[in-house]
């Protein structure tokens, strides 16, 4: 029996090594700062070690591993708990999120290391490529660089401390959010996915891009956060009825029996207001916006974000809840129609990027789309299958994404090409990931793709719509999947940073140059993990047949639900597809046999649609925030506070002042003047008790 | 008889009062406002007198009832103490006043309107 203590513990570990990192390792400065790293690696391998034990004992327990939640306070007859729900679900979660955490964090051991701005090979070549007199600019520019954490920008070690704090934070949030028992503790935790989320995506505070991003991706996912919070306030006005049955209205275990309790209408608001939540924290259409913008931050950050913590929160909550949704048919089709579209609509996105970063962001965007449809056609089983899966290859390519960095200092596809003849590590993973990416047999993506298509396929008119949404969606994943590998890997070199003029790099990054190496072995290490699991994890955790150690479908079996059985049509289908995509992809950017500039000129409204991402940051920015909010709403709010909030205030200045000016009129400080005004005083008041018979 | 007394106090009383109202000059506004202390002075004798028994009145005031039958002239006694201790402390001030401003003027002394 996995105890308790050591529920607890996988959380406290990652959140034990923030406080090391923030309050201990940080002030000492640049001696201390390389801890930084092997503090939260440390922690994060106890944590893998722990999760691997939990899902082990829940393997055994066959099932929930029960803990009673702890009272935190009670207001009348309501309990507040917390505690810790151990499911299979959760079991799943943890192992992904630790095991994704860990690699994470061993990469970014070698890719936050900086280098050198000044002297060394670096000079040397800048020299060569850029010419003296861009050699003495970046000198400028290196000075005037912000001085991060007081620590020196030059030191190699700077940025560790603060880096690797926030991201056991992260990692320490994501934990806890899985495993909450309580509706209210889990709202926690998500908060709190948010908030370390924002504090890395605007890593590079000192840039205005990341600043802005980080904003952007807080605020819009608040906007889901605010949907997620009614739902929660929804649930408390109805817990009359669900603490009459016994149940409290907000333990995790107790709302999945509390659909029939409610009524179908009560639970399909509070199920929409839960997927608000997830539509903001999965980027969802339309809330979608913050996570291409997400960039900014450094590169491990966004492979966290894409794989295991932040975008996977909002399908877990689906999971998680789905005894709750299974019960509204209405709010199923809607999920099911935003998944839909979102895989759709993203993937369109995708194919026009030149940053490779953003070409996986869309890619992520749409793979999320893939499992909210899952969810939303009754399987969210297949749907964390799919998150499973995808976090590992997701990973991969992010990480792949920023193994080129490393190299050519610059995520524009249009500066690269011919990597693989220095890169061949990073050429052989990413290649894995993006062929699992695009589906193909027998790869981890491909197991689980093809499930939700087969899911889709069976519903009703709702799945068989969304079906074709998901194999449009295939198509395109596939295509632009080999678009990147092909412009990335392949052709002629075309320069990388060193192509990009001066004026328009950033500064942090204006000194860098192109290193022809291969990353460092602990960058190349966890990327060669990560490949091994795409390819696998999607045979081994749900085969087909039994594999000796693995039983057939253990994973479906795991999550206690039937096995999918597998649809060859539908599997020579989407393979079929997914092929065509992938070779579309050749004929343009390999063998050139169809001019890529070409079709963008025949297609060109479609393009810059594309390119432009439908407008949505326009529609966002220009029409709601500005027309309709900025000189709308706020504008009104701000006349109403001038004329009528001020306008009060200054009233009761105003009587005030001028009462007292005219009553001062009176007080001459002519004593006689005074003296008649008692004289007269007395005789009103004699009249009145003369004449009203007094005294 | 005590109609026409209280009448003749009232008068004293209201020529008291114009003085204090109207003069300016200090000193004659301490004067009319001694005319009006005697005001009072006629009123409480008067009153004392009517309201004593006839008998009492006849036999005069012996040990055991003096305190009841004099109350009125008594307290008329302690208005001209007062009125004496008052007109003191008036013309101290006068004198601070004029020794200060060199006016009698009432009008001219105007402090508490700044």
């Given at each position: ?97 630790s095991s994704i955490s860990l690699l994470v964090q061993v990469y970014s051991l070698g890719y936050m290391r900086r ?153 399909t608001w509070i199920a929409l207001g839960l997927f608000a939540g997830a539509v903001g924290k999965s980027a969802q ?411 | ?114």
């Amino acid at each position: 029996m996995f105890s308790e203590w050591a529920a607890w513990a996988i959380i406290a570990l990652p959140l034990a090594a923030f406080a090391i990192n923030a309050f201990i390792v940080r002030p000492l400065g640049a001696p201390a700062a390389r801890l930084a790293g092997y503090v939260t690696v440390t922690a994060l391998a106890v944590t893998l070690v722990l999760s691997v034990l939990a899902l082990m004992a829940v393997q055994d327990a066959h099932g929930t591993a029960g803990y009673e939640p702890h009272l935190w306070f009670a207001v009348g007859p309501f309990d507040m708990t917390i505690g810790i729900f151990l499911d299979p679900l959760t079991a799943i979660m943890l192992i992904v999120v630790s095991s994704i955490s860990l690699l994470v964090q061993v990469y970014s051991l070698g890719y936050m290391r900086r280098e050198p701005a000044h002297g060394g090979h670096a000079a040397e070549e800048r020299a060569v490529h850029a010419g003296a007199a861009h050699a003495h600019d970046a000198h400028g520019h290196g000075g005037d660089a912000p001085v991060g954490d007081g620590v020196s920008r030059e030191h190699p070690y700077a940025d560790y401390p603060r880096y690797f704090a926030y991201m056991g934070l992260f990692t320490a949030s994501m934990l806890g959010l899985v495993l909450s028992s309580n509706l209210i503790q889990l709202f926690i935790f998500w908060e709190l996915v948010g908030l370390s989320s924002y504090l890395l995506i605007g890593f590079y505070h000192w840039r205005p891009s990341a600043a802005a991003a980080a904003k952007k991706a807080f605020i819009v996912t608040r906007i889901g956060d605010f949907g997620f919070l009614l739902a929660l306030l929804y649930i408390f006005s109805h817990r009359a009825e669900l603490m009459a049955a016994g149940l409290n209205p907000f333990d995790i275990r107790d709302l999945h029996q509390a659909a029939p309790l409610l009524g179908p209408g009560v639970v399909t608001w509070i199920a929409l207001g839960l997927f608000a939540g997830a539509v903001g924290k999965s980027a969802q259409f339309p809330l979608h916006t913050w996570l291409p913008d997400a960039m900014e931050g450094p590169t491990p950050v966004s492979s966290l974000i894409h794989a295991a913590t932040m975008v996977a929160a909002g399908v877990f909550l689906m999971a998680r809840m789905f005894p709750l949704f299974e019960e509204s048919a209405t709010a199923l089709n809607l999920i099911a129609l935003t998944g839909g579209f979102t895989a759709l609509f993203a993937t369109s996105m995708g194919l026009v990027v030149h940053d490779i970063k953003r070409v996986l962001a869309f890619s992520t965007v749409s793979q999320l789309g893939y499992m909210m449809l899952a969810v939303g056609v009754g399987a969210p089983v297949i749907a964390m299958f799919h998150l499973f899966n995808h976090a590992f290859f997701k990973c991969l390519l992010f990480l792949g994404s920023g193994s080129v960095h490393h190299s050519v200092h610059t995520f524009d596809m249009r500066k690269m090409g011919g990597l693989k003849r220095w890169m061949p590590v990073t050429y052989v993973t990413v290649l894995i990931g993006a062929i699992s990416l695009a589906g193909i047999f027998p790869l981890a993506g491909f197991w689980s793709k093809d499930e939700i298509l087969v899911a889709a396929w069976e519903g009703d008119t709702v799945g068989r719509l969304v079906f074709l949404f998901g194999i449009g969606a295939a198509f395109m994943t596939a295509f632009y999947s080999f678009r990147m590998i092909y412009l990335t890997f392949h052709g002629e070199f075309r320069g990388g940073i060193d192509a990009v003029p001066m004026a328009e790099r950033i500064p942090d990054e204006a000194h860098h140059a192109v290193h022809r190496h291969e990353s460092p072995r602990v960058m190349t290490t966890p990327m060669v993990v990560l490949a091994g699991a795409a390819v696998l994890s999607g045979i081994v955790a749900n085969a087909p047949f039994d594999l000796g150690i693995v039983p057939a479908h253990w994973f479906a079996h795991f999550l206690e639900e039937e096995a999918p059985h597998f649809n060859w049509p539908i599997a020579i289908v989407s393979t079929l597809v997914a092929l065509g995509g992938i070779g579309l992809a050749t004929l343009m950017y390999r063998t050139n046999a169809i001019s890529a500039e070409g079709m963008a000129l025949t297609l060109k409204p479609f393009h810059v649609l594309l390119s432009r991402r439908y407008y949505m940051d326009e529609l966002y920015e220009g029409l709601i925030v500005r027309r309709v909010l900025y000189r709308g709403v706020f504008q009104a709010a701000d006349w109403i506070d001038r004329h009528i909030v001020d306008g009060t205030v200054d009233l009761a200045g105003w009587l005030g002042r001028n009462t007292g000016r005219a009553m001062a009129q009176v007080q001459t400080g002519q004593v006689q003047l005074y003296g008649v005004g008692i004289a007269l005083g007395v005789v009103v008041i004699l009249l009145v008790l003369l004449t009203q018979g007094g005294g | 008889m005590l109609e026409r007394l209280l009448i003749l106090s009232a008068i004293v009383f209201c020529i008291g009062m114009y003085g204090v109202l109207s003069r300016r000059n200090i000193i004659a506004m301490l004067m009319s406002i001694e005319l009006m202390f005697n005001a009072v002075n006629i009123a409480l004798v008067a009153i004392s007198r009517y309201v004593t028994p006839a008998a009492v009145r006849a036999a005069g005031p012996t040990e055991a009832n003096a305190a009841s039958v004099l109350t009125g002239q008594t307290l008329a006694a302690f208005v001209i103490v007062v009125a004496a201790a008052e007109v003191a402390l008036g013309l101290a001030l006068l004198i601070t006043l004029v020794r200060q401003r060199d006016t009698v003027d009432i009008t001219q002394v105007n402090l508490l309107r700044r």
